[in-house]
């Protein structure tokens, strides 16, 4: 049939040349059929001219059953890698050399009661599951019996895909990020070379908090592989040398926000998400519309896992960014000397529980590794020199914590009540929930399993000794909520949104986003009294940042002799905050404050011992020390900012005339800052199939700090971190929507939609979110009519 699509787009545009009265509608839409085993009766497929499956299904079991086959034919390879990573099982396919992950991804896989898991869901998601999996296993059916072509990176690794399971699929935790066990770690390492300043500039905590070390607790004891196993279960992994490397996992942030219809031009809610992620191809979300007599849907998902995260159904709207709640602890216990398999536990010994299992090791004989686990959860290390083990409690090993598998409640979600149930019994990732009904109502809540810590705060690791338990979870009731705001909208960005009252008994969090971005966002939609779609499109888009606000009102106290130095300033004090990529300003604002003023200062002000575990510093923090002229600066603070920041300009200048010459007119910020996207098994093939998988470097502007958000990291000034998908969701007349995915739809370097959206994406250009039959008839590029098997 695809013969047939290119025939029609010639018949297409010959027609219309030649005579202007030939529309591509009135065309027949290419059709083709299939007859497919496991189906119970017949279905339709269409994908539309961007790449999104609209499925229409005659019962529920098949409308999951078609998403499961859906997700297979457009993203087989990235769902199959999902499925052996979280369960341990990559060295069944690509040998010994990851069995060290394999053991890692164990430790943290649901080991509870599966009928009390399966209980935290909504009715009938086993069902759903069992479905979706069951689609999945019939393309890896037709791709054994060559109805279906095995995808390119199988072809290149030499490996085969394997069949599902829905038990397997909820038991996967680590492929879920929660936190903070990494920071606790950090925090423990930079406070032992007697480093509080170094710790207030390596992250900001929201409030600020005492850093309390529990009772006998040494942190200059902390092993260096303490974490080792934690960091190779939720890491990605390499297949070869030339592959990416893993970028530090980045808090996950997002932006959100709906707007009452008392503030919109229509009169209807719009809801606007765009989660953030590490930028990968095939992008980490995926698209799809599932339509049954009693399932409608429509939105971005994972696509291993069946349903959507956030989207619609045709009665409300919803969407998610992260609450950064601290759902895990890092407990070291003291072990036996005479039986090191016993820990103390509250005056006496606890024996540690031992699970043997056996790893499957391609092309060689399987090997068998141990596990250890305490009443606490998982050992991560044993440290033999000190008589301790460490290991992580998270709230992973509670029922209903697969990652977004409560989401099934959100799709059914009519009405306030349905969507705080859904709150209810959400597990992770920790949310902030928003919704809005057609009918007019707007809200928001937090969602999660949040832990209630009674006697310490959770920023450092404590004794698992008894004296430091977890006391339950908090009740939805008691998570910071809204409905109906009299703002007439809400927004979030990541930011400490939770007030002094609902942490009366507990601390939630101190790890939170800065409030750039959201304070961006509440002036742009409060300033605006009737919002359009068109408006929130462009704020996703938008690259202002207020955090450099924050850095040029400290250049007030410089006025510098160099003549460079003098222009620089006025550039940036003339500049209008926004980082488009052919800004000058913009790139002397981030080469400074994010390459050379937080080392200058460091060098300054921490002790020598700590400056390998602070980088640059946090930007946040580095600007909260200065602005405040907090007292670890010295007996003359003003002086010493005045100082750091001429030194610092000075290397910042300095820095970019060697990369780009003398001619400040050429330090444009997307000639530095930009979007470069590389498929991961690129180095394993031939640069005519690696030309097609990887994704040509486009210039992007923003930054971390800007609603357009583009987080870089390491010696390069690429965005390796951002919007993953964008949503603009008008609430009621559905087929006025607005989505963009990054870089495509398919995950077939050989697709059309494997990279056709990515140019839209960095321009801020959206598709139409088509709901209606209709709508989904007038973008359909082809149909696909599935028929059971005989």
Avoid at 101 to 124: I, T
Wanted: charged share 25%; net charge negative; glycine share 6%.
């Amino acid at each position: 049939m695809q013969i047939n699509h290119y025939v029609t787009t010639f018949l297409v545009w010959f027609l219309t040349t030649i005579s202007g009265s030939v529309l591509a509608e009135d065309l027949p839409l290419p059709t083709e059929e299939q007859v497919l085993a496991g189906l119970d009766e017949p279905a339709e497929l269409f994908v539309d001219q961007w790449g999104v499956a609209h499925i229409y299904a005659q019962n529920e079991r098949d409308a999951y059953f078609m998403q499961g086959y859906n997700a297979a034919r457009d993203r087989l390879w990235q769902i199959d890698l999902w499925r052996k990573r979280g369960l341990g099982r990559l060295s069944a396919s690509f040998g010994p050399d990851y069995v060290k992950r394999d053991r890692a991804a164990r430790l943290f896989l649901y080991r509870g009661d599966l009928d009390a898991e399966w209980k935290r869901y909504a009715p009938g998601t086993r069902q759903r599951f069992d479905a979706f999996v069951a689609g999945i296993n019939a393309y890896i059916e037709n791709i054994q019996a060559n109805k279906e072509p095995l995808p390119i990176e199988f072809q290149l690794t030499g490996t085969q895909p394997e069949y599902w399971r829905a038990n397997e699929v909820v038991r996967i935790r680590s492929n879920t990020l929660i936190s903070n066990a990494s920071n606790e770690i950090k925090r423990a390492r930079t406070l032992c070379e007697d480093g509080e300043v170094a710790e207030r500039l390596r992250r900001r905590l929201y409030p600020d908090r005492a850093y309390i070390l529990p009772d006998g607790f040494n942190p200059c004891t902390i092993p260096q592989g303490v974490l080792e196993d934690y960091q190779l279960a939720t890491s990605y992994p390499k297949f070869s040398h030339t592959a990416m490397d893993e970028p530090e996992v980045a808090p996950d942030g997002s932006n959100q926000w709906v707007i009452a219809p008392s503030r919109t031009k229509t009169g209807r809610p719009i809801l606007a998400n765009d989660p953030h992620r590490a930028f990968s191809v095939p992008s980490l979300r995926y698209l799809v519309h599932v339509n049954a007599p009693d399932v409608s849907f429509i939105g971005a998902g994972e696509p291993a896992l069946p349903g959507i995260s956030l989207g619609h159904n045709g009665k409300s709207a919803f969407g998610l960014t992260i609450f950064n709640a601290d759902q895990e602890d890092i407990y070291y216990y003291k072990l036996d000397p005479d039986n090191p398999t016993r820990y103390r536990y509250k005056g006496g010994w606890d024996d540690l529980r031992i699970v043997r299992e056996e790893i499957p090791v391609k092309n060689s004989a399987p090997v068998v590794v141990e596990l250890a686990f305490t009443r606490h959860g998982p050992v991560l290390y044993f440290d033999k020199q000190n008589n301790r083990a460490y290991a992580l409690r998270s709230v992973w090993f509670e029922p209903g914590a697969a990652g977004y598998a409560a989401a099934s409640w959100l799709t059914a979600a009519d009405h306030w009540q349905d969507f705080i149930v859904a709150a209810k019994h959400w597990g992770t990732p920790p949310l902030n929930l928003i919704w809005a009904n057609k009918e007019g109502e707007i809200g928001w809540t937090a969602a999660g399993l949040i832990p209630l810590r009674k006697n310490w705060n959770g920023l450092l690791p404590v004794p698992g000794d008894g004296r430091y338990e977890w006391q339950g979870f908090r009740k939805q009731t008691n998570l910071p909520h809204a409905r109906n705001p009299a703002s007439g909208w809400f927004a979030n960005a990541n930011e400490r949104n939770v007030s002094e009252d609902f942490e009366v008994d507990s601390a939630i969090a101190s790890e939170w986003f800065d409030r750039s971005r959201v304070d961006r966002i509440n002036s742009v939609i409060s300033n605006n009294p009737k919002s359009s779609i068109e408006d929130s499109m462009h704020l996703q888009v938008d690259t202002h940042s207020l955090m450099a606000r924050r850095l040029i009102a400290l250049t007030n106290r410089l006025e510098p002799d160099d003549t460079r130095e003098r222009e620089a300033l006025r550039l940036l004090r003339d500049w209008d905050l926004n980082l488009t990529v052919n800004s000058v300003s913009a790139t002397i604002y981030e080469v400074w404050l994010n390459r050379h003023l937080g080392p200058t200062l460091i060098k300054r002000v921490v002790p020598e011992g700590t400056h390998k575990y602070l980088g640059a510093g946090s930007p946040d923090a580095v600007l909260h020390m200065l602005e405040k002229e907090d007292p670890l600066l010295g007996s003359a603070p003003q002086e010493l900012i005045a100082e750091v920041l001429h030194e610092s300009l000075t290397k910042t200048l300095r820095d970019l005339r060697a990369r780009f010459g003398d001619d400040m007119s050429e330090w444009q910020w997307g000639r530095l800052h930009g979007v470069n996207l590389k498929h991961r098994l690129s180095g394993l093939a031939d640069p005519s199939l690696a030309k097609r998988m990887n994704i040509d470097r486009i210039p992007f502007g923003g930054s971390a700090s800007t609603p357009a958000m583009a987080l870089y990291r390491g010696d390069s000034f690429d965005a390796v971190h951002g919007p993953s998908v964008r949503l603009v969701i008008d609430v009621g007349d559905w087929d006025k929507s607005k989505f963009i995915n990054m870089p495509g739809q398919s995950g077939d370097p050989n697709n059309a939609h494997y990279a056709d959206l990515f140019h839209l994406w960095a321009n801020g250009e959206y598709g139409q979110l088509a709901f209606s039959r209709e709508a989904v008839e007038n973008v359909a590029e082809k149909k696909i009519i599935y028929r059971p098997e005989q």
